[in-house]
């Protein structure tokens, strides 16, 4: 995948994920490698400073659980403006992916000037 590409969506994957239930750096690699059938391989050199950053925005809040095997390992969650970001993030990925298809696609949103898709708007 164009590492370009992958850059600008990375934090939706990432609020996407942790929106479903709390859980940490490893699981959250693995969960988006198997949602995506392979797809996104994401690497700590780009998930650990996305987290960071996304908990120092705000949107994520993190703390530490020990493991069965006394490790510690930490865990993030969503907070409720990161809620608000990820719905918005949500939409825009929508309305961005019908663009993109409709233009590779040849398809006209309603000939001869349809709707147009709103531009993103966030928190």
């Known amino acids: 995948m164009d ?3 992958l850059s600008g969506c990375v934090e939706m994957l990432l609020l996407e994920t942790v929106s479903r239930a709390p859980t940490y750096g490893y699981a959250i690699t693995q ?4 949602r995506s059938e392979g797809y996104f391989e994401l690497k700590e050199g780009s998930l650990y400073p996305a987290l ?8 994520l809040e993190s ?3 020990d493991t069965e095997d006394g490790r510690r390992r930490k865990y993030y969650r969503l ?3 990161g809620a608000t970001v990820c719905a918005a993030k949500r ?11 409709s233009v590779v696609r040849g398809n006209a949103a309603g000939a001869g000037g349809g709707a147009r898709l ?3 708007v966030f928190p």
């Open 3 to 5: 590492s370009k590409l």
């Open 31 to 34: 969960e988006v490698l198997q």
């Open 52 to 59: 960071h950053r996304m908990e120092s925005q705000g949107w």
């Open 63 to 65: 703390y530490w659980l």
């Open 79 to 81: 907070t409720a403006l």
């Open 91 to 101: 939409a825009e990925w929508e309305r961005f992916s019908q663009a993109v298809g």
């Open 118 to 120: 709103a531009a993103p």
